[in-house]
């Protein structure tokens, strides 16, 4: 009971003052209409204000879900362009009497690790076997370049090779159907190199550099980069092209992961006669 005496009689005057002051704001806000819409509208804004601040909380608080959500709707957007293509191909197929392709199929996943730093560099993405990730399956950016393929798979995760790195193999394609095979030379995170393209290709700076379909995991189109600079090898009479990448590969957060059965035919196929295949 002392000690509650001596707190009170040390801030006694704070109350006080604090009382004072609540009996003058309310008649300040009584005394006349104007100075009653100012409060009004004085607590309105800081009502608002607080409201608002609580609303981007739970916005951001709220976006892991909010992409999670707009993932599986490119996933399914994804696939629903793909079986249009498919639909088209068909026509076109029954038309000229050619046997269909199998239909391409894609899975979104989450890049949850990454590196670029390495010579031999990998992604780790949060889908797996239960998600219908295999072996062999191409990994796309949202906006359509080479990133790398699947190499190993779990039950929910699975490993790629990045495009990033020393072991990776792809087939690449100059806009006049020209192709070579594409490589990281473990120096240059922005640039890859295309070799083995004819002396007689036609070749220029900023050219397109598209996959050829001829490598087992990406499908013919795909996007690489643009050449930026190149030169004629006279031993091998071929081109060496340095290509700009038009993926900042260290800036992935998302994958697209291309499945393609007829790939893991073949893959199958080669892996029952040869044993482990190199993709």
């Excluded at 050619?98 to 560099?121: F, I, T, W």
């Excluded at 996959?211 to 980069?225: K, L, N, Q, V």
């Amino acid at each position: 009971m002392y000690r509650l005496l001596l707190f009170l009689k040390r801030i006694y005057l704070l109350v006080i003052f604090l009382g004072l002051e609540g009996v003058a704001l309310y008649y300040y806000a009584n005394s006349t209409e104007r100075t009653r819409a100012q409060l009004l509208d004085g607590s309105s804004n800081l009502v608002g204000g607080v409201y608002e601040g609580i609303a981007r909380v739970e916005d951001y608080l709220s976006l892991g879900r909010t992409n999670r959500l707009l993932e599986e709707r490119l996933e399914g957007l994804e696939n629903a362009v793909a079986r249009m293509r498919e639909r088209e191909a068909e026509v076109v197929n029954d038309t000229l009497e050619m046997a269909p392709r199998a239909p391409l199929e894609y899975v979104v996943a989450r890049v949850v690790r990454n590196s670029v730093g390495k010579r031999e560099n990998y992604m780790m993405v949060d889908r797996g076997a239960a998600d219908g990730v295999e072996r062999g399956m191409a990994a796309v950016s949202l906006d359509g370049y080479m990133a790398g393929y699947v190499e190993s798979v779990s039950e929910n995760n699975a490993i790629c090779v990045s495009v990033l790195n020393t072991e990776f193999r792809a087939s690449g394609m100059l806009k006049g159907g020209h192709f070579g095979s594409i490589t990281w030379r473990g120096t240059d995170p922005r640039m890859v190199r295309l070799n083995e393209v004819p002396a007689y290709a036609e070749v220029g700076r900023g050219d397109t550099v598209v996959t050829s379909g001829y490598s087992f995991s990406f499908p013919e189109g795909i996007r690489i980069g643009t050449v930026e600079t190149y030169e004629v090898d006279e031993a091998r009479a071929a081109y060496e092209i340095d290509v700009k990448l038009g993926l900042d590969v260290g800036a992935l957060r998302v994958v697209l992961l291309v499945e393609n059965p007829a790939v893991y035919e073949r893959i199958k196929l080669e892996e029952e006669v040869l044993g482990e295949v190199e993709l």
